[in-house]
């Protein structure tokens, strides 16, 4: 089992930058492949980044390529988002996801993961 707790959320203006925190309970976070998805007003939930469990491998929404960075550390239980150049369009409910042994080709699924965090809410001002 594990139990995942976003934080750092909030208002910003575009152009501005906000670190996501998920940190993780439970026992062997280093074998979940963990990600991020979003869900923004009357949107389906996408896939915004993915971190693999087995080596430093990563993957990234075209629309955030370049301008988001997903990182984690095994030592804290804990996956971060940082987000620069925020723009209006970010504006979401972001997910933290945990599934075992996620292979990154398949980071992109959402239905994969059984293990999902409350969201935090981000939100881009113009």
């Known amino acids: 089992q594990v139990q995942l707790v976003e934080s750092g959320g909030g208002l910003v203006q575009a152009g501005g930058s906000l670190r996501l925190s998920c940190a993780a309970s439970?026992?062997?976070?280093?074998?979940?492949?963990m990600a991020w998805f979003r869900q923004g007003p009357g949107k389906d939930r996408e896939f915004v980044a993915a971190?693999?469990?087995?080596?430093?491998?990563?993957d990234y929404a075209d629309s955030v390529k370049g301008r988001f960075t997903i990182s984690r550390d095994n030592a804290e239980n804990t996956v971060y988002l940082q987000m620069n150049n925020l723009k209006p369009e970010d504006t979401a409910v972001y997910y933290c996801?945990?599934?075992?042994?996620?292979?990154?080709?398949?980071?992109?699924?959402?239905?994969?993961?059984?293990?999902w965090g409350q969201g935090t809410q981000v939100t881009v001002s113009s």
């Open positions: 439970g026992r062997a976070f280093s074998h979940y492949g």
């Open positions: 996801a945990a599934e075992w042994r996620q292979s990154i080709v398949r980071a992109r699924i959402w239905n994969d993961y059984e293990y």
């Open positions: 971190a693999s469990w087995i080596d430093s491998g990563t």
